[in-house]
Nanobody, 124 residues
Framework: QVQLVESGGGLVQPGGSLRLSCAAS????????MGWFRQAPGKERDIVAAINWSGGVTYYAAFVKGRFTISRDNAQNTVYLQMSSLKPEDTAVYYC?????????????????WGQGTQVTVSS
């Protein structure tokens, strides 16, 4: 059983930056591909970015490409989401998720473990 704890959310002005972290415990971190998702009120949970077990392969949703960067540190059992040039439409609860195996995935149903989420609010 893998436990995931996100941190780093908060209130930021448009154009600003935040770095989200997701600390994993309870499993061998490098055995899992990881993903970041987000969910705004009244909307579905969408993929933001995903990363394979080694960090060598990444995926980004079109709406964040060029602004967000996903990375992982297997020695620290942590995955990160560096967010820059934030827009009001990026406001959402951001979740990290883990799926067993080495390959990344973009669908929520393919992830077995989820964190509790961290709120990101982009507003002036």
């Amino acid at each position: 059983q893998v436990q995931l704890v996100e941190s780093g959310g908060g209130l930021v002005q448009p154009g600003g930056s935040l770095r989200l972290s997701c600390a994993a415990s309870g499993g061998t971190f490098s055995n899992y591909a990881m993903g970041w998702f987000r969910q705004a009120p009244g909307k579905e949970r969408d993929i933001v970015a995903a990363i394979n077990w080694s960090g060598g392969v990444t995926y980004y949703a079109a709406f964040v490409k060029g602004r967000f960067t996903i990375s992982r540190d297997n020695a620290q059992n942590t995955v990160y989401l560096q967010m820059s040039s934030l827009k009001p439409e990026d406001t959402a609860v951001y979740y990290c998720a883990a799926r067993p195996g080495v390959g990344l995935a973009t669908k929520t149903a393919l992830y077995d473990y989820w964190g509790q989420g961290t709120q990101v609010t982009v507003s002036s």
